[in-house]
């Protein structure tokens, strides 16, 4: 086996870009279809806020991508993943199953709610919830009425949020049986995973409801946005409705039936994400070369690279690698960021974080060796 250095991967991703010289960043946007062609349409329409015909096209084309009978834009994927959890039934008090070696906004949503997260460990390979783990969280529950309750506190389980990482797919087929044979309902954080698959289904589509992200670094980007695809009639029509205020439709009258949200993705950032829809398909194929590249860079060294299981088709959002120990972890990380390139180690496992320090978890032997020594590298699209 053998040894790579810091230096040996800079100048390697240094080739794999082109740049010999100038900062590579971890996830950069790429702006090369109808971009400017969308954004001047809609600026001359003037509809530029929740309403006109770049949302109803964002729309459209998720649902016809992922198959999903309803798709409805948002403002991001934090408040997509809010309202899918409320329209599951989560309620205040009640327990939302997730992992912690996630990105804060899954915590936050479900706290938002008043709902407590607790943790289960990940798996080795896919970095997303693990099947054995959740197994495992099921088996000190009972099910009472449909329903599912922690035995030792009482409370209902009120939902199951796993996240595939990194546009990794978890296992997710396995969980949602797991979730079905529990009666919990499945809310995947499909976040980072757009394009991605698992045995030739997209992700969020496992679920009763799936929430994705448009962030600025994301695989593709409209500044902001999200959306949650559902195959329900009465939630998606809810989603819809709750996501712009809950008004009751009239020509004139300002009536609204519940407490709503200003949820709703404006027109300017919906023609922005259209055009970078676009050209998803050309985005993960590239992805999908640096990924190989980085495998084939890393292979047989003493620096584990995460490849795919060949049931998932991964849209390679952020390549990561594993490092022997912490500290050479953090040699890495200083090296590198010193010298242009810029790498990130995975966030901040949740419950070591001062809001959730109380919420249970099953130890996480692997959320936090993972923690110790995983770096994302550079992954961005290759115009």
């Known amino acids: 086996m053998s040894t790579i250095t810091a230096a040996q991967t800079v100048q390697f991703i240094r080739e794999l870009y082109g740049q010999p010289e100038a900062f590579i960043p971890l996830h950069a946007p790429h702006f090369v279809g109808n971009e400017k062609k969308y954004l001047n349409e809609c600026i001359d329409s003037t509809f530029v806020s929740s309403v006109g015909p770049f949302v109803d096209r964002f729309e459209a084309w ?101 996240m595939h990482t990194f546009g990794i797919a978890a296992e997710i087929d396995a969980i949602a049986e797991l979730c079905a044979r529990f009666y919990v309902p499945l809310v995947e954080d499909a976040a980072e995973s757009l394009g991605t698959t698992w045995k030739g289904k997209h992700t969020g589509r496992f679920g009763l409801l799936g929430a994705y992200s448009f962030n600025g670094n994301k695989t593709v980007t409209s500044g902001g946005g999200g959306i949650i695809i559902t195959d329900d009639d009465d939630l998606g029509k809810m989603a819809k409705h709750l996501s712009t205020q809950a008004k009751v439709p009239h020509r004139w009258e300002f009536v609204h039936d519940h407490i709503g949200y200003n949820y709703r993705c404006p027109n300017i950032n919906s023609a922005l994400a259209l055009a970078q829809l676009e050209q998803l398909e050309r985005y993960i194929e590239d992805k999908q070369k640096i990924a190989s590249d980085y495998e084939r860079f ?42 242009g390139v810029m790498t990130r180690p995975v966030w901040e496992l949740m419950h070591r974080l001062s809001m959730f320090a109380h919420c249970m978890h099953d130890g996480l032997p692997n959320s936090i060796d993972i923690a110790d020594r995983l770096v994302n590298l550079p992954s961005s699209f290759r115009p």
């Not at 849209?315 to 690698?321: V, Y």
């Open 298 to 339: 890393f292979a047989n060294s003493n620096w584990h690279f995460f490849a795919v299981d060949q049931q998932c088709r991964s849209n390679h959002w952020l390549n990561a690698i594993l490092l022997p120990t912490r500290a050479e972890r953090d040699d890495f990380l200083t090296y590198t960021n010193d010298h």
């Open 62 to 162: 998720m649902r016809e991508y992922t198959g999903a009978k309803y798709a409805i834009a948002v403002v991001n994927g934090t408040a997509a993943l809010h309202l899918s959890l409320q329209l599951a039934g989560v309620q205040r008090d009640e327990l939302v199953v997730t992992q912690a070696l996630s990105f804060i906004a899954t915590c936050n949503a479900i706290s938002y709610i008043g709902a407590e997260p607790c943790f289960v460990d990940v798996d080795q390979q896919t970095l997303g919830m693990s099947t054995a783990a959740l197994e495992a969280f099921f088996s000190t529950c009972e099910i009472r009425n449909n329903a599912c309750y922690h035995k030792a506190t009482g409370k209902r389980v009120a939902a199951c949020v796993p």
